[in-house]
Every structure is written in structure tokens, then in C-alpha cells.
């Protein structure tokens, strides 16, 4: 199964702040964290309210409005660091062909070509109309659904990537 992908600035961005934060299983627990104890333990207004009822409402507000902003922030760096980068665009913005080996998963471009084995694909995720392929711990690959025919043939891909990774 092959797929020729278009890998654009929005794309690295959106990879960048996604792989940075709420696709971590370190990271994510960890600004939900950072929220609640912003919320609850570094701010004065849990003195205002007597109630727990209202303590535990504007509490979550909190959390909420805490954890928004730790991923506004995060976007805003992901920007940043993608404008910033000279060197993206050399083998990670433009044309990627990627194809699902009995092997591994191969992945091309005009700058490089790598071939990652199946037992180091450890989780592929669907977010935001894009597919992440983790490999090696920390490396992600991003393949946008828009470079695709169809639905079906997004299904059909992600289906066998997490097929073969979990074999």
C-alpha cells in the first residue's frame, strides 16, 4: 500500500503542538497538572467561595481556562519554532511518499529515505484530519487526509498501519 502526501507549514505546525503536548503521555498529564495546581494551590479566589459546590465549578472553570491557555501557548511556540526553522522545509516540508512494507513502513523524499521496521511503530493516531505515526520513541510522522482520494482510502491505510504495528 503506497501514498504520496504533501507535507505543508500548517501540517508542521499542527505536528509540532500535537507531538509537544496532548499526543505525549508524558506531557499531557503533566499541563493537566500544571492547570489544576494553578487553579487550586496558586490562586486566591478558592478563599471567596464557601461552597464546594461552587468551589468545584469555578474549579474546573479553572482547570479548563488553565489548560487552554498552556495550549495556546504551546501552538504559539509550535509556530514560532516552525517559522524560525530554515531547515525544515529540507526533507520535512513538501512531498513524502510513504508505503506500508511487509518490512516496516517506508517513508521518501527528495532529501531522504528511511525504512522503519514495525516493532518501532508504536502508536498511529488519527487528530485534526491527519495521521501520526510515532517511530523510534519520539519521532512522528504526519500524513494530512487531504492527499487522499476518499474516506475509505484513509480508513483503509491507517487500518493496515495499525494492523502491522501491532502484529
Not at 519521532?139 to 487531504?146: C, E, G, Y
Request: glycine share 6%.
Amino acid at each position: 500500500m503506497r501514498h504520496s502526501a504533501v507535507i505543508t507549514r500548517l501540517d508542521a505546525i499542527i505536528a509540532v503542538w500535537l507531538t509537544s503536548g496532548m499526543l505525549s503521555p508524558i506531557f499531557a498529564p503533566m499541563y493537566l497538572a500544571f492547570a489544576i495546581f494553578w487553579t487550586f494551590f496558586d490562586s486566591a479566589w478558592t478563599e471567596t467561595y464557601s461552597s464546594p459546590v461552587a468551589i468545584a465549578i469555578v474549579g474546573a472553570l479553572g482547570v479548563l481556562f488553565y489548560f487552554a491557555l498552556i495550549q495556546l501557548g504551546l501552538f504559539l511556540l509550535a509556530v514560532v519554532v516552525v517559522a524560525l526553522s530554515p531547515r525544515l522545509k529540507r526533507g520535512f516540508l513538501g512531498a513524502h511518499v510513504f508505503e506500508v512494507r511487509p518490512d516496516g513502513l517506508f517513508e521518501s523524499t527528495s532529501f531522504n529515505e528511511a525504512l522503519h521496521k514495525w516493532n518501532a511503530v508504536d502508536r498511529v493516531s488519527r487528530v485534526l484530519r491527519r495521521t501520526f505515526v510515532r517511530v523510534g520513541g519520539s519521532n512522528w510522522h504526519v500524513i494530512p487526509d487531504r492527499d487522499f482520494p476518499d474516506r475509505e482510502s484513509v480508513d483503509s491505510f491507517v487500518q493496515e498501519l495499525r494492523k502491522r504495528a501491532d502484529a
